[in-house]
């Protein structure tokens, strides 16, 4: 697997807020690139646009190559993300604790076995 990285002449370090970096990936498939692209934007502090079908370019020798569109985050979007995803989760919970007991499997099959 590569990925190949389209940086701006300063480098990634340099990538302001709301910057945009173009990343192709050479994997098989379209979930395998975006598995590849959030690896590798985590390790690099970035994220990818949320695109669930990833652009097909053509890399060297003709290979097929899987292209996605990352930024930098602005300060304090990952702490909002946070904030949100946390907040999800406890109404989340709460449904899960108002959901009735479901009932158990040998009462629904009817003695069908």
Same mark, same amino acid.
């Given at each position: 697997?590569?990925?190949?990285?389209?940086?701006?002449?300063?480098?990634?370090? =340099?990538?302001?807020?709301?910057?945009?970096?173009?990343?192709?990936?050479?994997? $098989?498939?379209?979930?395998?690139? *975006? *598995? $590849?692209?959030?690896?590798?934007?985590? =390790?690099?502090?970035?994220?990818?646009?949320? $695109?669930?079908?990833?652009?097909?370019?053509?890399?060297?020798?003709?290979?097929?190559?899987?292209?996605?569109?990352?930024?930098?985050?602005?300060?304090?979007?990952?702490?909002?993300?946070?904030?949100?995803?946390?907040? *999800?989760?406890?109404?989340?919970?709460?449904?899960? &604790?108002?959901?009735?007991?479901?009932?158990?499997? $040998?009462?629904?099959?009817?003695?069908? &076995?």
């Amino acid at each position: 697997m590569a990925v190949k990285v389209y940086l701006p002449r300063e480098g990634l370090a =340099q990538v302001p807020p709301g910057g945009v970096v173009l990343v192709n990936v050479d994997v $098989e498939n379209n979930m395998k690139a *975006i *598995i $590849e692209v959030e690896r590798w934007c985590g =390790q690099n502090g970035l994220r990818r646009t949320p $695109e669930s079908h990833l652009r097909v370019v053509r890399g060297a020798g003709r290979r097929t190559m899987y292209r996605a569109h990352c930024y930098r985050p602005f300060p304090g979007e990952v702490e909002e993300d946070a904030e949100m995803l946390a907040a *999800i989760g406890r109404e989340l919970d709460e449904c899960r &604790r108002r959901q009735p007991e479901s009932t158990p499997s $040998e009462l629904l099959t009817r003695g069908e &076995r």
